[in-house]
């Protein structure tokens, strides 16, 4: 295990026929197949809340995990991100934040 790099943490769990993904940690192009298995978990539900508002880091290789979810899950993605968030930036510089509704907190998300 690299001490330099943090490892993504993911808790997931179901409420209702809403999939909860929280990821913790950096997501980048090591651990990008990490939150591709934990968003696949939740094709089933009736919606998939990512909670990033833990994340201190994610690179385009988080954005293409997102995007490909989208098309493959056929189920909203919702997005909770900090207004300020520097993966809400870069979402909206490539222009791929109309794929996702984007939530300022998990509660706002899940109502």
Known sequence: MDPVRS??????MM????????VCGEVDVYTEPLLTAALQKGFGAGR?????TECRYADA???SALVRARK??????????ET????????????????????????????
């Open 7 to 12: 490892y993504p943490q993911f808790q997931h």
């Open 15 to 22: 409420v209702g026929r809403d999939y909860i993904l929280k």
């Open 48 to 52: 998939i809340i990512v909670d990033f």
């Open 61 to 63: 290789r988080a954005i």
């Open 72 to 81: 493959q899950a056929a189920v909203p993605i919702h997005l909770v991100l």
């Open 84 to 111: 300020e968030s520097i993966l809400r930036r870069i979402l909206r510089i490539t222009k791929v934040d109309g794929l996702f509704v984007i939530f300022p907190t998990l509660e706002a998300a899940a109502a």
